[in-house]
């Protein structure tokens, strides 16, 4: 009987390039970006030229915290499912330093609140005078019971009974 043939190892001693792997590509947490957002938005869309970012720093997305080469590039952005996704992403609080204590038991539940998101003005329109807006959209406790969930449970209901 003949040996099993082991499996060589193509990467064997890259664990430091693995490193450098991982946070290539990392960009900032949604804590940092929601303080971007409240604090100094105005400030990272008109940015000083730097030579060394792409796009020299003039075009930046703030919710994705990332530079682009043109203001095409930029608005093809945010017509993406990435761009997208990091608006829903930012329209939940973002978790806090309070919610980890009331979730270790120091504290009863809040449930975290809903921000209305838009996507950031242009350049043009930050000139003229528009800024990014994060506001709390107001919560309905009435809103769950509404007719129409209760439609729905009555053809549950009824679904059953036969």
């Known amino acids: 009987m003949g040996m099993v043939t082991k499996?060589?190892?193509?990467?064997?001693?890259?664990?430091?390039?693995?490193?450098?792997?991982?946070?290539?590509?990392?960009?900032?947490?949604l804590d940092q970006i929601d303080d971007d957002l409240q604090?100094?938005?105005?400030?990272?869309?008109?940015?000083?030229?730097?030579?060394?970012?792409?796009?020299?720093a003039q075009f930046?997305?703030?919710?994705?915290?990332?530079?682009?080469?043109?203001?095409t590039a930029m608005q093809a952005h945010f017509r993406t499912k990435v761009h997208k996704r990091r608006l829903k992403a930012l329209?939940?609080?973002p978790y806090s330093i309070e919610e980890a204590e009331r979730a270790a038991g120091r504290g009863s539940f809040v449930k975290p609140k809903k921000r209305a998101m838009?996507?950031?003005?242009?350049?043009e329109d930050v000139v003229a005078g528009k800024r990014i807006r994060v506001e709390e959209v107001p919560e309905d406790t009435d809103a769950t019971?509404?007719?129409?969930t209760s439609k729905t449970k009555r053809k549950k209901v009824e679904?059953?009974?036969?």
């Open 7 to 29: 499996r060589k190892k193509m990467h064997y001693g890259d664990t430091h390039l693995q490193r450098r792997w991982r946070v290539r590509n990392r960009r900032r947490d």
């Open 39 to 56: 604090t100094r938005s105005g400030e990272l869309i008109n940015q000083n030229v730097d030579l060394d970012k792409p796009g020299f």
């Open 60 to 71: 930046y997305c703030v919710h994705c915290a990332k530079y682009f080469i043109d203001d």
């Open 91 to 93: 329209e939940i609080e």
């Open 118 to 123: 838009e996507t950031q003005p242009s350049k």
């Open 145 to 148: 019971d509404s007719p129409s």
């Open 159 to 162: 679904k059953m009974e036969t």
